[in-house]
């Protein structure tokens, strides 16, 4: 059993349109994030949420918008995409609070997001 | 905003050389991670440092924390094409609004030629 799922694992999509990345993790965490990277590698995180409560929200358009459903679940919608969007979008969970001595993260593989 | 300077950001190397990525701040840090990326995959934990000063060793692999917990250092010894990836390090600054969030670096990209 994959431990962080996030799908699809590709979207290619055109200007304007409204999307959502799912994921899932089977860990029992109680924290949950979004992170993104860029062309160049650069990996930032977008928000997160400890037991279904948003704790992280960065400087994030509020065309993202994050759901957590349950503690298992981190949604991701993203209306009215625009090219500057294309990029891959991880979602990662951690037991703890990222950072600390338990707070290692466990990545998904990853959602590439295309939009033309 | 907290940043984290990364280098150097490419590294090609042939098979037995040795190498060293830096990771530096000028904030304080209340622990530091590494990962390393695969292509198509998301990073995968290598090590964490919490103490100023700490050594661990993962292997070929040695990972140093700065005494002011400002900087880190990842040595790798006798490359194998298998060390290929990207690495990527990233602080954790506690307390406040910072209290939970890991800021990367920018990441080297590792190409270890056999």
């Known amino acids: 059993d994959t431990a962080v799922s996030q799908t699809p694992k590709y979207l290619v999509t055109q200007m304007g349109n409204d999307k959502s990345i799912k994921c899932e993790q089977n860990?029992?965490?109680?924290?949950m994030y979004w992170y993104k990277q860029d062309s160049k590698k650069f990996l930032k995180i977008m928000f997160s949420y400890n037991n279904k409560e948003l704790i992280i929200n960065e400087t994030v358009p509020n065309r993202f918008s994050p759901k957590s459903p349950d503690k298992a679940h981190l949604n991701l919608h993203i209306n009215s995409l625009e090219l500057g969007d294309s990029a891959v979008y991880f979602c990662?969970?951690?037991?703890?609070?990222?950072?600390?001595?338990?707070?290692?993260?466990?990545f998904g593989e990853g959602s590439r997001l295309t939009v033309l | 905003t907290q940043l984290l300077e990364q280098s150097p950001q490419f590294l090609s190397i042939q098979e037995g050389e040795n190498l060293t990525v830096y990771c530096n701040s000028s904030s304080v840090f209340s622990s530091l991670q590494w990962y390393r990326q695969e292509p198509g995959e998301g990073p995968v934990l290598l090590v964490t440092?919490?103490?100023?000063?700490e050594v661990k060793k993962l292997k070929r692999l040695t990972f140093q924390f700065g005494d002011a917990r400002k900087d880190s250092s990842l040595h790798i010894t006798a490359a194998q094409p298998g060390d290929t990836g990207l690495y990527l390090c990233a602080g954790a600054y506690a307390g406040g609004t910072s209290y939970g969030k890991l800021t990367f670096g920018q990441g080297t990209i590792l190409t270890v030629h056999p």
């Open positions: 860990l029992g965490h109680d924290t």
């Open positions: 990662a969970s951690s037991r703890r609070l990222a950072g600390g001595p338990t707070g290692e993260l466990f």
């Open positions: 440092v919490v103490t100023g000063g």
